[in-house]
Nanobody, 121 residues
């Protein structure tokens, strides 16, 4: 069973920075895309940033220029560097990965447990 474990959330003041990490483990697999989503109270989960296995990235408009997604393929880990944080960035941030287990052809959509990010003075 492939698992995603996130870390790095917490409380930060407006204008501050945080770095989230998400590591995939559990068996042998190939990761196609890794992404970060977030969900604020009372709102739907939304895509923050995505990185494909080839390195191309996609960002939500509300984080462009402030957040950076990166991957360490050797460690099956994805990062989200968040700078210039705003109170409206407060949410639970979820890691997501599209994974193909060795010996199979169908990809699986895997989610982490989420990590809380709170931006407040």
């Amino acid at each position: 069973q492939v698992q995603l474990v996130e870390s790095g959330g917490g409380l930060v003041q407006p204008g501050g920075s945080l770095r989230l990490s998400c590591a995939a483990s559990g068996g042998r697999f190939t990761i196609r895309t890794m992404a970060w989503y977030r969900q604020a109270p009372g709102k739907q989960r939304e895509l923050v940033a995505l990185q494909a296995s080839g390195g191309s990235t996609n960002y939500a408009d509300f984080v462009k220029g402030r957040f950076t997604i990166s991957r360490d393929n050797a460690r099956n880990t994805v990062y989200l560097q968040m700078n210039s944080l705003k109170p409206e960035d407060t949410a639970v941030y979820y890691c997501n990965a599209l994974i193909v287990r060795w010996g199979t052809v169908s990809p699986s959509n895997v989610w982490g447990q989420g990590t809380q990010v709170t931006v407040s003075s």
